[in-house]
Nanobody, 120 residues
Framework: QVQLQESGGGLVQAGRSLRLSCAAS????????MGWYRQAPGKQRELVAV???????TYGDPAKGRFTVSRDSGENTVYLQMNSLKPEDTAVYLC??????????????WGQGTQVTVSS
């Protein structure tokens, strides 16, 4: 059973930094991508940053230039370094593991989420 455990969220003032971590357990397959999404109240879930199995990173627009995703493949752990945080970054940050089957179907696993609140 795949489990994703996020940590590192909290309350921080605007302009400060936070580092999120997500450890995946129960992985018995090749992870095609691992990373972070976020969801703010009343808004759709959006991409923050992901890294695929080849090390290529993809960032959502709000994260570009401020956030950095990294991964410890040997430990199935992904990190999100968030700098210069803004109040609009306030959201629940969700860890994601993507599995792509040989025939192309994708299945996503999600963590419970960690709250990040940025005060002005």
């Amino acid at each position: 059973q795949v489990q994703l455990q996020e940590s590192g969220g909290g309350l921080v003032q605007a302009g400060r930094s936070l580092r999120l971590s997500c450890a995946a357990s129960g992985i018995t397959f090749r992870i095609s991508a691992m990373g972070w999404y976020r969801q703010a109240p009343g808004k759709q879930r959006e991409l923050v940053a992901v890294m695929n199995s080849g090390g290529t990173t993809t960032y959502g627009d709000p994260a570009k230039g401020r956030f950095t995703v990294s991964r410890d493949s040997g430990e199935n752990t992904v990190y999100l370094q968030m700098n210069s945080l803004k109040p609009e970054d306030t959201a629940v940050y969700l860890c994601n593991v993507a599995r792509t089957y040989p025939w192309g179907r994708r299945y996503d696993y999600w963590g419970q989420g960690t709250q990040v609140t940025v005060s002005s």
